[in-house]
């Protein structure tokens, strides 16, 4: 009797178990609060619904390809590829950090969130109508950590086990303390087909690779044309997260050499649809026929993305380097004012913080956030990380920098660097102060030179050394450069990947995105604590210090950012009402058959 009783205990409980999972199972899940859209919504309110299917975009891309498998360090990957693999979970583009079902038809996860699981949906299947099956799932997860990008070791690095529940739902199990995002980070893991890529995974690939998403590789020239196709047949075409998005019949990806070439090609309609990088071409070049005809649009789209940090990144596993007085006084040769009026007709405005344009930026840090996260390094931090706000050296534009260039000189001297026979030596060992300064585009040297220029003022010995588009992606894989020009994004929810970016476990792991060479164990403290902020408020208060701590540590010479778009396009699509916040949703975008035949008798 007390056996079956036991039993009968066993059974209610399994049950109680079942049924909780069931009825907590959502449809959604967001990084802090609630998300937008509820269980039952039609589509995402961005995009037009009834955005008809057809016709073909042409795009372009600078440099070269010789791969279409991006999940390996090996090769160049062609653009666009993330189009071919679907995920668990997708992103709305107009909420901070929400992820809603794609593969996954339900989430269930507990309030720690120190695990999740997910429900396939049945009709999920890859490009050759296999099932996408939780077999599957728990392979990507592990090549992807054996073999993939580094990247992903840094990404996955608390995931502890996926397992297999049953046919239908896998369960992802998390290690170390609470990590609100690895949940969705685990969403937005790209699936791949194992009886595909089981034999495969770390070739360099030029065959089109089966996926599961809306497109697929029709053709390709390897390092000058890829096209896409969408997949007529796509198994996720009419779930609400995907409606009215992926609308163009073929996606054609043209690459040039320069943005010069590419430009010149784009005036005359090799390719169809830009978007703007330098200010200079903004302001002047756009002002060719078809731009005065009306065929071609030129607009600036406001945002809300944060737009992290662009600059010459030091690297700091250099011994000339590893002093931040010789990193601050670098900052006080680059003149950003006359650089911002002469060649960027005053577009920009100079970058502050590595999460500018966001309330994470470390000029938003309160004194409590400060003695709560950094007083106990008080005596290990700079002084100024608790006296003052991070500020950039100001120039009048005139492109006399005299005054700052003397800062830097008594900073240099202060650190052990004089000046011999109108060259920087240091005072010990004698070895000069003189470095290069890696670009891949000849379009920056016009900023890089005359940085260099200020610098030989000061005895330092700086050249400018521009190189194609593979080498340069070589070199910064390996931190075989000086200084380089690098752009490091962020989100409004950073997480496990500032582990990659600044963590010391990835500072000597090639591959890793630690262009810097930071080793810091106050920053890894601090890296720790945005992983596992329990909400927004913690979250903004850790991201605050961290940039805080970044700043004064002197790693970039910052650069600048804008809040907008700058894109043209020739006069053919058709665009939702409603732009998202924080993304330009081009994959929302449609070929007006009118305005594209309108188009046609206007060129003739």
Do not use: C
């Amino acid at each position: 009797m007390k056996i079956i009783l036991s039993l009968y205990i066993l059974l209610f409980f399994v049950y109680q178990s079942i049924a909780i999972e069931k009825l907590d199972s959502a449809h959604a899940i967001s990084m802090h609060g609630v998300p937008k859209y509820e269980r039952n919504f039609q589509n995402f309110e961005y995009v037009n619904p009834k955005a008809p299917k057809g016709g073909t975009i042409k795009l372009y891309e600078i440099g070269s390809f010789d791969t279409l498998n991006n999940f390996i360090l090996k090769g160049s990957p062609a653009a666009n590829l993330s189009q071919i693999h679907d995920s668990l979970l997708v992103q709305s583009y107009d909420e901070p950090f929400t992820m809603y079902g794609l593969i996954a038809e339900s989430i269930n996860v507990p309030e720690d969130r120190s695990w999740i699981i997910f429900k396939i949906r049945k009709e999920a299947k890859f490009h050759d109508g296999s099932p996408i099956t939780v077999e599957d799932i728990i392979w990507t997860l592990n090549v992807l950590k054996e073999k993939g990008h580094p990247f992903y070791r840094f990404y996955y690095s608390n995931v502890k086990k996926a397992e297999k529940l049953n046919n239908s739902e896998v369960k992802f199990i998390f290690q170390g303390e609470r990590n609100l995002e690895l949940p969705l980070i685990i969403g937005q893991m790209r699936i791949l087909s194992k009886k595909y890529w089981k034999d495969k995974f770390e070739d360099v690939l030029l065959e089109p690779p089966i996926g599961s998403g809306p497109y697929k590789v029709k053709s390709l020239k390897a390092g000058r044309t890829i096209e896409f196709e969408r997949v007529k047949d796509y198994w996720a075409k009419d779930l609400a997260v995907n409606k009215g998005k992926f609308n163009f019949d073929n996606i054609i990806i043209e690459y040039f050499r320069d943005a010069t070439v590419a430009l010149e090609a784009f005036k005359t309609g090799d390719y169809d649809f830009r978007e703007e990088n330098q200010a200079k071409r903004w302001a002047t070049a756009y002002n060719f026929p078809a731009i005065k005809k009306g065929l071609v649009k030129k607009e600036e789209i406001k945002h809300e993305i944060p737009t992290g940090m662009q600059g010459f990144f030091i690297n700091t596993r250099k011994e000339i380097f590893k002093d931040p007085i010789v990193r601050q006084a670098l900052n006080y040769a680059f003149d950003f004012e006359w650089t911002n009026k002469i060649l960027f007709f005053s577009q920009y405005q100079r970058t502050d913080s590595y999460f500018s344009n966001s309330e994470l930026a470390a000029s938003n840090l309160s004194t409590n956030e400060k003695l709560t996260l950094l007083e106990p390094f008080r005596n290990e931090l700079p002084k100024e990380i608790f006296n003052e706000v991070f500020e950039n050296p100001i120039n009048d534009g005139s492109g006399n920098i005299r005054k700052n260039l003397r800062v830097a000189d008594k900073l240099l001297y202060e650190a052990g660097w004089i000046i011999k026979n109108g060259k920087r030596i240091n005072e010990t060992s004698g070895a000069p102060l003189k470095f290069t300064i890696l670009l891949v585009s000849p379009e920056f040297e016009r900023i890089a030179l005359p940085y260099a220029r200020n610098l030989k003022k000061i005895g330092i010995q700086a050249k400018v050394r521009t190189v194609d588009s593979a080498q340069y992606e070589r070199r910064l894989e390996n931190f075989s450069f000086d200084m380089a020009v690098i752009s490091r994004g962020q989100s409004l929810s950073p997480g496990n990947e500032q582990r990659d970016f600044w963590s010391s476990s990835s500072a000597n792991i090639k591959g890793s995105r630690n262009y810097a060479g930071i080793s810091n164990p106050i920053i890894d403290f601090l890296i720790d604590k945005i992983i596992v902020a329990k909400d927004r408020e913690s979250l903004v208060a850790a991201t605050r210090a961290l940039d805080q701590v970044l700043l004064f540590g002197y790693y970039v010479v910052p650069h600048w950012h804008i809040q907008y778009f700058r894109i043209a396009y020739w006069d053919k699509f058709g665009k939702p009402r409603k732009n998202p916040k924080y993304d330009l949703a081009l994959d929302t975008w449609w070929i007006d058959n009118e305005k594209d035949k309108l188009l046609e008798s206007k060129e003739k």
